[in-house]
């Protein structure tokens, strides 16, 4: 292992345990009162967290288990789901980055390109009154269904061979990674976009993984303190998200490893389909 990627794994480490204490420092007599994550927070973070490791994505299946058992507030949806899913996706990266091959420059100048999107997304979003958050996770449900519908049908760039991004194209990564940070804030997934456009890039796919957990690994405990500070977010939906949500990877990422999830792609784009209509259907009635 490269010292580079030795020092990006300690700084992730480093990153994650800040966290976790900023995070349990912060929520010490929050809303929660005593009472822990349900079964059903916790289902919702093994399920979701699971499907992550294997290329599913969590903020979809999330935001629709929630709006489907309305078991979080709209307004503290994207809250929620970026301090839940923090810890978990440390854990992906730690395990992705260290076993595939994506060379560090690049690596390094798009987690940081997200990191600075995320934190200028954060601080605006956790703000938004619940109107403005369903119009805008709405919409976010919308391009991820057709994202989905694109990767099932084979409409999506397949990529090419490369592990380096230089010159343009690595200024071209570096800005739309930018702007990917600021949109998960809202509660589009990187994970999938990230692909697409490090694919157009001619990046390997396999490349791609560390670049997009990575990424979010990074830049979700930075926007998320954010959002606990503005109490933003709802504490036992994140902890359910969490403390589920690492075994999850863990059972993905050294037991199941592989999956056919055809069937599953498409169930999950028709209830996100679903879900981002009522989404914006509340909003048009709130309105």
Same mark, same amino acid.
């Given at each position: 292992m490269s010292a580079a990627k030795t020092i990006l794994l300690a700084l992730l480490a480093a990153l994650g345990t800040w966290f976790a204490v900023a995070w349990a420092v912060a929520a010490r007599g929050a809303r929660m009162r005593g009472r822990p994550p349900s079964l059903f927070h916790l289902a919702v973070g093994f399920v979701t967290e699971f499907l992550d490791t294997l290329g599913i994505g969590s903020f979809a299946t999330t935001t629709t288990a929630y709006r489907l058992a309305r078991g979080v507030d709209d307004r503290l949806l994207p809250g929620t789901l970026n301090v839940g899913h923090a810890l978990p996706t440390i854990a992906q990266a730690l395990i992705y980055v260290t076993i595939l091959v994506v060379d560090m420059?690049?690596?390094?100048?798009?987690? #940081?390109? %997200?990191?600075? *999107?995320?934190? @200028?997304?954060? /601080? =605006?979003?956790?703000?938004?009154?619940?109107? !403005?958050?369903?119009?805008?996770?709405?919409?976010?449900?919308?391009?991820?269904?057709?994202?989905?519908?694109?990767?099932?049908?084979?409409?999506?760039?397949?990529?090419?061979? #490369?592990? %380096?991004?230089? *010159?343009?194209? @690595?200024?071209? /990564? =570096?800005?739309?990674?930018?702007?990917?940070? !600021?949109?998960?804030?809202?509660?589009?997934?990187?994970?999938?976009?990230?692909?697409?456009?490090?694919?157009?890039?001619?990046?390997?796919?396999?490349?791609?993984?560390?670049?997009?957990m990575g990424s979010c690994a990074f830049l979700m405990p930075v926007g998320s303190m954010r959002f606990i500070r503005r109490d933003a977010y709802d504490l036992r939906a994140a902890l359910g998200l969490t403390w589920a949500g690492i075994p999850g990877v863990l059972v993905a990422a050294f037991l199941v490893r592989s999956l056919s999830l055809d069937a599953v792609r498409w169930l999950v784009i028709v209830v996100v389909t679903y879900t981002a209509a009522t989404m914006l259907a509340a909003a048009r009635r709130e309105a």
């Open positions: 420059p690049t690596l390094v100048s798009m987690i #940081a390109a %997200a990191v600075g *999107g995320a934190w @200028l997304g954060s /601080g =605006v979003v956790a703000g938004w009154p619940r109107r !403005a958050v369903r119009v805008a996770m709405g919409s976010a449900l919308v391009v991820a269904a057709m994202i989905m519908l694109g990767s099932v049908l084979g409409w999506l760039p397949k990529g090419g061979d #490369a592990v %380096a991004l230089s *010159g343009v194209r @690595l200024a071209v /990564g =570096v800005a739309g990674n930018f702007l990917l940070g !600021a949109l998960m804030t809202i509660g589009i997934g990187l994970y999938a976009p990230c692909l697409i456009l490090v694919s157009l890039l001619g990046m390997s796919p396999t490349a791609a993984f560390p670049i997009m």
